[in-house]
């Protein structure tokens, strides 16, 4: 299946693979690892729609965390917290909830490190990702991050992929269709 889907971005293009995740559904596969000039832009583009008062800046691993660390640039934060997808060993006290996503099939958990979590606790926090679709993961993030006393006050992400473009809980700044087959 060597077919692509054209993301527009304002000026920025990128020609993403149609891949096949069943008999009926195929994807897009956007993949912000390793994009550096489509990472800055959407983290410039992201800040700029935050105009409140907020602690932290929240992301799942792994491909957020590039955009979080450009997003902390802009909005002049020091500093963002990564929910990661196993407990380390470096890890003091961790949370962790189940998480399930489109383009995993296995279950998967989100784990917090003990310590962030106390730095979050009672805090403003954002979650950003790149995608959201199903909304599996960003519902587990905030599980998590409600597990850690912390105050979820928005949710942003690069791309709303299929029935997530009609949510009115996140903000993002392009829709990304899901193909049947």
């Not at 992201?46 to 955009?67: C, H, R």
Request: some cysteine; glycine content about 4%; aromatic content about 8%.
């Amino acid at each position: 299946m060597e077919k692509y889907y054209e993301l527009r971005i304002d000026n920025l293009t990128r020609q993403l693979p149609l891949i096949k995740l069943n008999d009926e559904l195929a994807i897009a596969s956007f993949v912000l690892l390793g994009d550096a000039e489509l990472t800055h832009y959407a983290a410039e583009r992201l800040a700029q729609k935050i105009d409140f008062e907020f602690d932290y800046l929240v992301t799942m691993e792994s491909k957020g965390i590039p955009l979080a660390q450009e997003m902390c640039h802009f909005l002049n934060k020091p500093r963002y917290v990564v929910l990661r997808k196993s407990i380390k060993d470096y890890m003091h006290a961790p949370l962790s909830v189940p998480v399930s996503a489109i383009t995993t099939s296995a279950q998967q958990k989100l784990v917090i490190d003990g310590n962030d979590a106390a730095l979050l606790k009672g805090k403003k926090v954002v979650i950003i990702d790149d995608v959201i679709s199903s909304g599996g993961s960003i519902a587990a993030a905030a599980k998590l991050l409600h597990k850690a006393e912390a105050d979820v006050v928005d949710r942003f992400a690069i791309l709303a992929e299929g029935s997530a473009a009609k949510r009115k809980d996140i903000q993002f700044l392009e829709e990304l269709p899901l193909f049947k087959l």
